[in-house]
Structures are given as structure tokens and as C-alpha cells.
């Protein structure tokens, strides 16, 4: 056209913008602007606001900005192609701002108009200006006029928390579309935490003669999976076969998936993932979450590896689930090939490491937990308190406090973990004073200073270091009492050596209702031990079994083990040993040992034992040979 000598004009110009705006070219856009710029049409209205609309759709969101502003006489069209721009890129309050600078130049504003700045109050949770944006919709009567400007205010109102606003809005709607009930029952799911109204709001959807679609499905099967409403959650399932939206929409399928496994039905969840004809990775992901999320950590891996046979990458999601997986089963290889495959792949994100942390801590190679969270560019409060948790569970008390004063330096704020895996820390080495450093800590966290979990910690941490008095006084101070909260004081006691307290304290623990766990009996059998009462022992040990089916572990026998042997009856002690042949461990012959050290150093076990010392010359061959 050019090498012909015709010059482009204003249609040629807005039509060249409209595909430099299609095709994002930017440099063709900038070369279109300095022509536009030398036919002096920038001030042009019409181009100008087709400039703004092309930089905008290229992201250069400041070249829009200037080329708005030259626009010398603007209209609604052109305030609308900035506003657009503006909400796409998140600008929301710069939209705010540009809508009063609209109101002040006297544009009255359109159904578009409109739109943009209610989604702005929307992101911003500008409730107050949202209200009066809808005291202008009013006046113009262009609710009544679109629907989608009706949609917009539901979604405004929905999004502030302020559902009473939205289900008025709804209900004097002269007309509805899907899209409307849709925002109002994710509304009463995502913000209004009343899930029992989004389930009434499908039954009224279904009875005006409404069909659900798969954005319906999808927030309804949401609240299934959030209030484990599994019954409901089948009937979806079922109303999405009928409606062939499976075959449809992947995001169904993962709603589907999600709702079986937070119901615990990992068989109907692996069903219909089977089902869905086109996976994805968050389908993959969602199955694999399901199963570790209700110990199913074996074939969580076997889903992963099926995963990567099928041909999909897993994202950084999958592999800090799995990371998860081998903390569980201790899975110390698996979890260095997926460290490996992180660090290949550029993933190791905190979120990564922090599972990383974890997996080491849990694996016992806290060296290894520590060089991962050593090469952390950034920290946050859920990585110092990994490592500081993974201290504590390996005993490492000293270590694990020391952590808590460099996250204190860097000024990084601890929360109910980080408090719990201090208090174990300070518990394991008896730090007393430390402990009580803590405590005064907690006090100041409101939100802390009644969580039962956090409580129970205190009372197991005083009464590792012997202080039983400030146990008890936490332990009444809780809201409520779990079985770990009265194992934790009924420990206490029987560090002390105060037998008789802590039979109390198993009384008035089954007074409450409460059943007691393994854990119980083996603080009561240590007491008993300790105490030397070797009869008590025994019922307590019968009605384990008689009473609340518990099966012995090796703790349990272990500490029958130490009864007899304390009591001299040495071959009573031995016999326990030869019948329970899960019993063959390093600490129920070091038991024995002892015993016979005390009572008779010519009994058979202790010449086994000491003749396998001299054989093998370490604790950990003794272990190998007696197992």
C-alpha cells in the first residue's frame, strides 16, 4: 500500500491496532504509534483509545497509561479500554481512581463500566465503595438492564463476606441466568462459611428449572469434600453421569476425586480417576494427595510411578506430596532421588524444601535437613519450624533451641509447631528454665494459650523436667482433656515416682469418659515397675487386653520385662522373653541383663548375652545376631 503512495488514514490505522492488538506484535504497534504520532492523530479519540486497547492487550500497561492521558476529549469507550487493561493486570485501585476521575469529567458510565469496577471492589474487599457503586447502578436502572452487571454486584457483595447484601441483590432480581446462582452458592461455600445454605440454594436452582452446570458441580462437590457430606457427594456424582460433564470437564473429574478421598472412599476416588478420559497433573496429584493423606503412602509411590510410566511430569506438587510419603515410610532413597529431580528441575521452591526438611529429620539425617535449609534464599516460619521439630524428634534439644534464637534474630514469628517442637526440645534435656522461657511466650499468644495441643506439650515438657505441680496447673487450665493430654500427666507422675497419683490420674481420666491407648499402659506399667508393684502390674496388664483389646507391643513386654527383673524373679523374666519371640531386641535383652547383673550373673540369659558382646564385639551386631 505504502510503495503504491497511498497513505494510511484513520480506518487503516485502527485496522493495523486491531491486529497488532490480536497478534500482541509490540514493536509493529510502537512503529504504527510514531506514524500516528506524525499525522498528528494521537489526540484522535477513536485512536487513541485503540492505542490504549493495543499496548493494554501487549502488556505494556504504562504505554497505555500515556496514551490515554493525550487523548484530548475522552468518552466512555475510551475510559472503558483503560479500565479493562487495568482489572486484567490486577490494577484494581488505579480503576477506583480512574472511575471518580470519570465521574469528574461527567461521563456517565455503561454496563461495562460497571462491571470493571465491581470486580475491583470484589478484589479489593472494598465494601464500602462497592455499596455505593450500587446506589448508581440503581439510579441508572442498569441492573434490571444486564444481567451481567447484576452478576457482578453478587460477586461484589459475595466476595466482602456481606452475603445478607448478595442473596438481597439475588432475590430481587427480575431475571436469573446458571451464572447468577452460581456466584451466590459460591459465595455461601467460599466466604460465608455456611455450606448447608449453598445445598438448600442447588435444590431451589433445580426447581426453577435450572440445570446445573459444571461450575454448579464443581463449588457443590467442594462443599462435600469440606463437610465430608459423602452422601450428597453421590448424588452429584450420579447427576454428573447423566449430564455426560465427566467426559466434558477434567475439572469435574478433580472435584469428583478430591470429595472421595477428603470422604476417605480411596476406592470410588482411584474409580473415577480411571473413569476421567484425559488426565492431568493436578488430577494426578489430587489421587496421590488422597492416599497420603489417609496413610496410604505405599501406593501413593506406586501412583506416582504409574504417573511418570503414563508420560507426565510431576511439578513441584507431586513431589513434595511424596516427599511426604517417604517421611512416612522412612524412605530415606526415594526421597534423596526426589531432592535430586527438584534440584534438576529448578522446583525447590520453600514450599519443596521445607518437605525436605522434614523427610531428612524424619529419616534421622538432621546433617542432611539442615544443608537443605542452609541453601534456603528465604525462610519463613514453616521451614525454621521443620528443622526445629526435626531437632526435637531426634533428641536433639540443644540444637533445636539454638535454631529457635537465629529465627528469633531474623525476626520470623513462631506458631503452634514451632512452640510444640520447642516444648519437646526443652522436655528431652530438661531444660526447665527454657521451658518455662517458652510458656511465657505461648501466654502471649491468645490464640495459643488455651490449644489443647500446645497445652498438653507444656504438660508433657514440666513433667519430663520433674515439675509435676506446674503440669497439673496447666493441665487443668485446658479447655478440654484428650487421652495424649492425660498420658502426658499420668507420665509426669510416674517421672516423680508418684505411683499413687498417677492411678489416680488413670481414674478420673476413665471417669471422664476417655479410653485409654497403648500409651497409657505403658506409662502405668513403667509406674508400676518403678514402684515395684508387681501385682498391680498385672491387672493393669490383663485388663489391657480383657478391656479395651490392646494389643502387647514391645514397650509393654519391655517393661513386664523390668518388673520381674526388679522383683528378682529373674526367670519369670526369661520366660517372658522365650514365649514372645518379637521380643528378641537389643533393649528387652539389656533388661534381662540387668536383672541377672542385680539378682543371679550365672543364669543362662546373662551368659548369652555377655558371650554375644565378646562375639561381635558391637551393640549393633548383638542386634543382628539376637533378631
Given at each position: 500500500?505504502?510503495?503504491?503512495?497511498?497513505?494510511p488514514?484513520?480506518?487503516?490505522?485502527?485496522?493495523?491496532?486491531?491486529?497488532?492488538?490480536?497478534?500482541?506484535?509490540?514493536?509493529k504497534?510502537?512503529?504504527?504509534?510514531?506514524?500516528?504520532?506524525?499525522?498528528?492523530?494521537?489526540?484522535?479519540?477513536?485512536?487513541?483509545?485503540?492505542?490504549?486497547?493495543?499496548?493494554?492487550?501487549?502488556?505494556?500497561?504504562?504505554?497505555?497509561?500515556?496514551?490515554?492521558?493525550?487523548?484530548?476529549?475522552?468518552?466512555?469507550?475510551?475510559?472503558?479500554?483503560?479500565?479493562?487493561?487495568?482489572?486484567?493486570?490486577?490494577?484494581?485501585?488505579?480503576?477506583?481512581?480512574?472511575?471518580?476521575?470519570?465521574?469528574?469529567?461527567?461521563?456517565?458510565?455503561?454496563?461495562?463500566?460497571?462491571?470493571?469496577?465491581?470486580?475491583?471492589?470484589?478484589?479489593?474487599?472494598?465494601?464500602?465503595?462497592?455499596?455505593?457503586?450500587?446506589?448508581?447502578?440503581m439510579?441508572?436502572?442498569?441492573?434490571?438492564?444486564?444481567?451481567?452487571?447484576?452478576?457482578a454486584?453478587?460477586?461484589?457483595?459475595?466476595?466482602?463476606?456481606?452475603?445478607?447484601?448478595?442473596?438481597?441483590?439475588?432475590?430481587?432480581?427480575?431475571?436469573?441466568?446458571?451464572?447468577?446462582?452460581?456466584?451466590?452458592?459460591?459465595?455461601?461455600?467460599?466466604?460465608?462459611?455456611?455450606?448447608?445454605?449453598?445445598?438448600?440454594?442447588?435444590?431451589?436452582?433445580?426447581?426453577?428449572?435450572?440445570?446445573?452446570?459444571?461450575?454448579?458441580?464443581?463449588?457443590?462437590?467442594?462443599?462435600?469434600?469440606?463437610?465430608?457430606?459423602?452422601?450428597?457427594?453421590?448424588?452429584?456424582?450420579?447427576?454428573?453421569?447423566?449430564?455426560?460433564?465427566?467426559?466434558?470437564?477434567?475439572?469435574?473429574?478433580?472435584?469428583?476425586?478430591?470429595?472421595?478421598?477428603?470422604?476417605?472412599?480411596?476406592?470410588?476416588?482411584?474409580?473415577?480417576?480411571?473413569?476421567?478420559?484425559v488426565?492431568?497433573?493436578?488430577?494426578?496429584?489430587?489421587?496421590?494427595?488422597?492416599?497420603?493423606?489417609?496413610?496410604?503412602?505405599?501406593?501413593?509411590?506406586?501412583?506416582?510411578?504409574?504417573?511418570?510410566?503414563?508420560?507426565f511430569?510431576?511439578?513441584?506438587?507431586?513431589?513434595?506430596?511424596?516427599?511426604?510419603?517417604?517421611?512416612?515410610?522412612?524412605?530415606?532413597?526415594?526421597?534423596?532421588?526426589?531432592?535430586?529431580?527438584?534440584?534438576?528441575?529448578?522446583?525447590?521452591?520453600?514450599?519443596?524444601?521445607?518437605?525436605?526438611?522434614?523427610?531428612?529429620?524424619?529419616?534421622?539425617?538432621?546433617?542432611?535437613a539442615?544443608?537443605?535449609?542452609?541453601?534456603?534464599?528465604?525462610?519463613?516460619?514453616?521451614?525454621?519450624?521443620?528443622?526445629?521439630?526435626?531437632?526435637?524428634?531426634?533428641?536433639?534439644?540443644?540444637?533445636?533451641?539454638?535454631?529457635?534464637?537465629?529465627?528469633?534474630?531474623?525476626?520470623?514469628?513462631?506458631?503452634?509447631?514451632?512452640?510444640?517442637?520447642?516444648?519437646?526440645?526443652?522436655?528431652?534435656?530438661?531444660?526447665?528454665?527454657?521451658?518455662?522461657?517458652?510458656?511465657?511466650?505461648?501466654?502471649?499468644?491468645?490464640?495459643?494459650?488455651?490449644?489443647?495441643?500446645?497445652?498438653?506439650?507444656?504438660?508433657?515438657?514440666?513433667g519430663?523436667?520433674?515439675?509435676?505441680?506446674?503440669?497439673?496447673?496447666?493441665?487443668?487450665?485446658?479447655?478440654?482433656?484428650?487421652?495424649?493430654?492425660?498420658?502426658?500427666?499420668?507420665?509426669?507422675?510416674c517421672?516423680?515416682?508418684?505411683?499413687?497419683?498417677?492411678?489416680?490420674?488413670?481414674?478420673?481420666?476413665?471417669?471422664?469418659?476417655?479410653?485409654?491407648?497403648?500409651?497409657?499402659?505403658?506409662?502405668?506399667?513403667?509406674?508400676?515397675?518403678?514402684?515395684?508393684?508387681?501385682?498391680?502390674?498385672?491387672l493393669?496388664?490383663?485388663?489391657m487386653?480383657?478391656?479395651?483389646?490392646?494389643?502387647?507391643?514391645?514397650?509393654?513386654?519391655?517393661c513386664?520385662?523390668?518388673?520381674?527383673?526388679?522383683?528378682?524373679?529373674?526367670?519369670?523374666?526369661?520366660?517372658?522373653?522365650?514365649?514372645?519371640?518379637?521380643?528378641?531386641?537389643?533393649?528387652?535383652?539389656?533388661?534381662?541383663?540387668?536383672?541377672?547383673?542385680?539378682?543371679?550373673?550365672?543364669?543362662?540369659?546373662?551368659?548369652?548375652?555377655?558371650?554375644?558382646?565378646?562375639?561381635?564385639?558391637?551393640?549393633?551386631?548383638?542386634?543382628?545376631?539376637?533378631?
Amino acid at each position: 500500500m505504502q510503495s503504491d503512495g497511498v497513505q494510511p488514514n484513520r480506518v487503516t490505522y485502527l485496522c493495523i491496532l486491531h491486529a497488532c492488538a490480536h497478534l500482541r506484535a509490540v514493536d509493529k504497534c510502537q512503529e504504527m504509534h510514531f506514524k500516528i504520532v506524525q499525522d498528528n492523530l494521537e489526540n484522535d479519540r477513536i485512536i487513541g483509545t485503540a492505542l490504549v486497547n493495543t499496548y493494554a492487550k501487549c502488556g505494556l500497561l504504562e504505554k497505555a497509561q500515556e496514551a490515554f492521558d493525550r487523548i484530548s476529549v475522552r468518552n466512555v469507550v475510551s475510559f472503558g479500554a483503560l479500565l479493562s487493561a487495568l482489572v486484567q493486570h490486577d490494577r484494581v485501585e488505579e480503576v477506583l481512581e480512574h472511575f471518580e476521575l470519570m465521574q469528574q469529567e461527567g461521563i456517565q458510565p455503561n454496563a461495562a463500566i460497571f462491571i470493571y469496577v465491581c470486580k475491583a471492589c470484589s478484589s479489593m474487599r472494598a465494601l464500602s465503595k462497592g455499596r455505593r457503586v450500587h446506589l448508581e447502578i440503581m439510579k441508572l436502572g442498569t441492573v434490571d438492564k444486564n444481567i451481567m452487571v447484576a452478576n457482578a454486584m453478587l460477586d461484589m457483595y459475595a466476595k466482602c463476606s456481606a452475603l445478607i447484601d448478595a442473596q438481597c441483590v439475588f432475590d430481587n432480581l427480575n431475571s436469573r441466568s446458571v451464572v447468577s446462582w452460581n456466584v451466590l452458592i459460591m459465595g455461601y461455600i467460599h466466604y460465608g462459611n455456611d455450606i448447608e445454605n449453598a445445598f438448600l440454594l442447588l435444590a431451589d436452582m433445580q426447581q426453577d428449572d435450572f440445570s446445573p452446570d459444571a461450575v454448579t458441580f464443581i463449588a457443590i462437590l467442594k462443599a462435600c469434600s469440606s463437610l465430608k457430606a459423602v452422601n450428597k457427594g453421590q448424588q452429584m456424582h450420579s447427576d454428573v453421569l447423566k449430564l455426560g460433564f465427566l467426559e466434558e470437564n477434567v475439572g469435574i473429574g478433580v472435584a469428583l476425586v478430591e470429595m472421595y478421598c477428603k470422604c476417605g472412599l480411596l476406592a470410588d476416588a482411584q474409580s473415577v480417576f480411571n473413569e476421567v478420559p484425559v488426565k492431568s497433573v493436578i488430577l494426578w496429584n489430587v489421587l496421590i494427595s488422597g492416599y497420603i493423606q489417609h496413610g496410604y503412602n505405599e501406593e501413593a509411590l506406586e501412583c506416582f510411578n504409574e504417573m511418570q510410566i503414563k508420560g507426565f511430569s510431576p511439578d513441584v506438587v507431586t513431589l513434595t506430596s511424596i516427599l511426604k510419603a517417604c517421611s512416612v515410610l522412612r524412605a530415606v532413597d526415594k526421597g534423596q532421588e526426589i531432592h535430586s529431580q527438584l534440584d534438576k528441575e529448578g522446583l525447590c521452591d520453600v514450599m519443596a524444601a521445607t518437605a525436605l526438611i522434614d523427610m531428612y529429620s524424619k529419616c534421622g539425617l538432621v546433617e542432611k535437613a539442615q544443608q537443605v535449609f542452609d541453601n534456603l534464599l528465604a525462610r519463613d516460619t514453616v521451614s525454621w519450624t521443620a528443622l526445629i521439630v526435626g531437632y526435637a524428634e531426634e533428641g536433639l534439644g540443644e540444637e533445636a533451641l539454638e535454631c529457635y534464637q537465629q529465627m528469633q534474630l531474623e525476626d520470623i514469628s513462631p506458631n503452634a509447631v514451632t512452640f510444640i517442637g520447642l516444648l519437646k526440645a526443652c522436655g528431652s534435656i530438661g531444660a526447665a528454665i527454657k521451658g518455662r522461657e517458652v510458656h511465657d511466650e505461648i501466654v502471649n499468644y491468645a490464640s495459643l494459650e488455651k490449644d489443647i495441643i500446645v497445652g498438653t506439650s507444656l504438660v508433657d515438657m514440666y513433667g519430663k523436667c520433674g515439675l509435676v505441680s506446674q503440669a497439673i496447673e496447666v493441665f487443668w487450665e485446658l479447655p478440654s482433656h484428650t487421652v495424649v493430654s492425660w498420658n502426658a500427666l499420668i507420665a509426669g507422675y510416674c517421672q516423680v515416682g508418684e505411683a499413687q497419683h498417677a492411678f489416680e490420674a488413670y481414674n478420673a481420666m476413665l471417669l471422664e469418659g476417655l479410653i485409654p491407648s497403648d500409651v497409657t499402659f505403658t506409662s502405668l506399667f513403667n509406674t508400676c515397675s518403678h514402684a515395684g508393684l508387681l501385682d498391680k502390674c498385672k491387672l493393669y496388664f490383663e485388663s489391657m487386653d480383657t478391656n479395651y483389646s490392646i494389643l502387647p507391643t514391645v514397650e509393654h513386654y519391655n517393661c513386664i520385662i523390668d518388673i520381674f527383673g526388679r522383683s528378682g524373679q529373674v526367670e519369670k523374666a526369661v520366660a517372658v522373653v522365650q514365649v514372645t519371640p518379637f521380643l528378641s531386641t537389643f533393649t528387652g535383652w539389656h533388661i534381662l541383663l540387668a536383672a541377672c547383673e542385680r539378682y543371679e550373673p550365672a543364669t543362662e540369659a546373662f551368659i548369652r548375652l555377655t558371650n554375644m558382646y565378646a562375639d561381635f564385639g558391637s551393640e549393633d551386631e548383638v542386634i543382628c545376631h539376637i533378631t
